[in-house]
């Protein structure tokens, strides 16, 4: 018996869009365009093999994955599977502690910087 969404804590698009629509302040239409927007560029970049970063939450690329020998689960016999690419997502540090549970005002303030030389 297969788990439902909500079982799973599964936010689906359209949940997403709504709280978004709520946090920022829009209507649907435009929390769904906004939404659309940034999952198409992302798609975009990356398949262009751009590096996209989010800083904080994330960054996303094009991973290059090797050809490799692999035992088939119909019988077993050996299978070599194509090299090709994948994305990739590695969390950024803000994202990384809050699913830690722990406090990202920390996290959000990172070290402040050195002054700039002068010249």
Same mark, same amino acid.
């Given at each position: 018996?297969?788990?439902?969404?909500?079982?799973?804590?599964?936010?689906?698009?359209?949940?997403?869009?709504?709280?978004?629509?709520?946090?920022?302040?829009?209507?649907?239409?435009?929390?769904?365009?906004?939404?659309?927007?940034?999952?198409?560029?992302?798609?975009?970049?990356?398949?262009?093999?751009?590096?996209?970063?989010?800083?904080?939450?994330?960054?996303?690329? !094009?991973?290059?994955? /090797?050809?490799?020998?692999?035992? +088939?689960?119909?019988?077993?016999?050996?299978?070599?599977? &194509? $090299?090709? =690419?994948?994305?990739?997502?590695?969390?950024?540090?803000? !994202?990384?502690?809050? /699913?830690?549970?722990?406090?990202? +005002?920390?996290?959000?303030?990172?070290?402040?910087?050195? &002054? $700039?030389? =002068?010249?």
């Amino acid at each position: 018996m297969k788990a439902s969404a909500k079982e799973q804590n599964v936010v689906s698009k359209d949940e997403l869009i709504h709280q978004i629509a709520a946090k920022a302040g829009v209507n649907l239409t435009e929390a769904n365009k906004v939404v659309n927007a940034f999952t198409e560029v992302v798609r975009e970049k990356v398949t262009q093999g751009h590096e996209v970063r989010l800083m904080g939450f994330g960054t996303w690329n !094009l991973r290059s994955v /090797a050809a490799r020998r692999v035992k +088939s689960i119909r019988g077993g016999t050996p299978i070599t599977l &194509p $090299a090709h =690419k994948r994305v990739g997502f590695t969390v950024g540090a803000v !994202l990384a502690q809050a /699913a830690e549970g722990k406090s990202t +005002s920390s996290a959000a303030k990172a070290a402040p910087k050195a &002054p $700039a030389a =002068k010249k």
